[in-house]
Every structure is written in C-alpha cells, then in structure tokens.
C-alpha cells in the first residue's frame, strides 16, 4: 500500500515488501532471542545472499536450456 506512493511497479513494491518483511521478523527474532544488530545485519546479508545465488542459479539454467534447445533446433 504505502509502495503505491512511491510510484513503483506491483512487482518490485512486492519484492520490497518481502524484504522489509523478512527484515521486521529477524528483527523479532532477534529480539525474542537476545541476538546483537551486528549478528542479525548479518544474518539478514545472508540469506539475501543465498537469495540472489538461487536467482543467478536459476538465471543461468533457464539459459542454458535455451541454447541446447536453439543448438537442437538448428541441428533438427
């Protein structure tokens, strides 16, 4: 609601919402287990980290699969 403001697409005011999101609840976590900011900010760096591995992942399978099926088709 408050991304609409912002003049921002459904897309990326979803994925700032997912982020602010997961930031409230390590937060609470945080709190409710006596963690410092420092280990939470890293655990937060972490997981956007494995985050943004699992999309490159996947990035770099949705291409590859794209040039053995353009390499079959030439070859068919």
Same mark, same amino acid.
């Given at each position: 609601?408050?991304?609409? *403001? /912002?003049?921002?697409?459904?897309?990326?005011? !979803?994925? #700032?919402? +997912?982020?602010?999101?997961? %930031?409230?609840?390590?937060? &609470?976590?945080?709190?409710?287990?006596?963690?410092?900011?420092?280990? *939470? /900010?890293r655990?937060?760096?972490?997981?956007? !980290?494995? #985050?943004? +591995?699992?999309?490159?992942? %996947?990035?770099?399978a949705? &291409?590859?699969?794209?040039?053995?099926?353009?390499?079959?088709?030439?070859l068919?």
């Amino acid at each position: 609601m408050i991304f609409s *403001l /912002l003049k921002l697409n459904k897309k990326t005011s !979803a994925a #700032l919402a +997912g982020i602010v999101i997961g %930031a409230a609840s390590l937060w &609470a976590l945080s709190l409710w287990q006596n963690i410092g900011a420092k280990e *939470l /900010l890293r655990m937060l760096a972490a997981i956007l !980290a494995m #985050l943004g +591995g699992l999309a490159l992942a %996947a990035f770099c399978a949705v &291409a590859l699969l794209k040039l053995l099926i353009a390499t079959l088709r030439r070859l068919i």
